[in-house]
């Protein structure tokens, strides 16, 4: 039981998530988690500058994660306040609440 959980976990943190189009281990670290063939095809002098390269573009992903989420959030807002009725009150509109009792 306990490794099927580690690998829905890794499986769960790779897959892209519709409001981020991004994995949650790819928005956390900027890039998407290793296997262990990653190692193995990473030639040994492009790891020296890996951790500079991984920083910048992790800059840049978090920039593009919010505008994205941003995007999803105000898709969901405008379905939800399609059939929004707006109303206003004045100051002397008599307004009954509901009590639960």
Do not use: C, W
Not at 6 to 21: G, K, L, M, Q
């Amino acid at each position: 039981m306990d490794t099927k959980l580690s690998h829905a976990e890794i499986t769960y943190n790779r897959i892209p998530s519709y409001a981020t189009s991004h994995s949650p281990f790819e928005v956390r670290y900027g890039l998407n988690s290793l296997t262990p063939l990653d190692f193995i095809l990473i030639p040994k002098e492009s790891k020296l500058r890996f951790k500079a390269r991984v920083r910048a573009k992790e800059m840049k992903l978090y920039d593009q994660v919010r505008a994205q989420i941003k995007k999803v959030n105000e898709h969901y807002k405008s379905k939800a306040n399609k059939n929004l009725i707006h109303l206003e009150f004045k100051l002397e509109d008599l307004v009954a609440t509901l009590e639960k009792g």
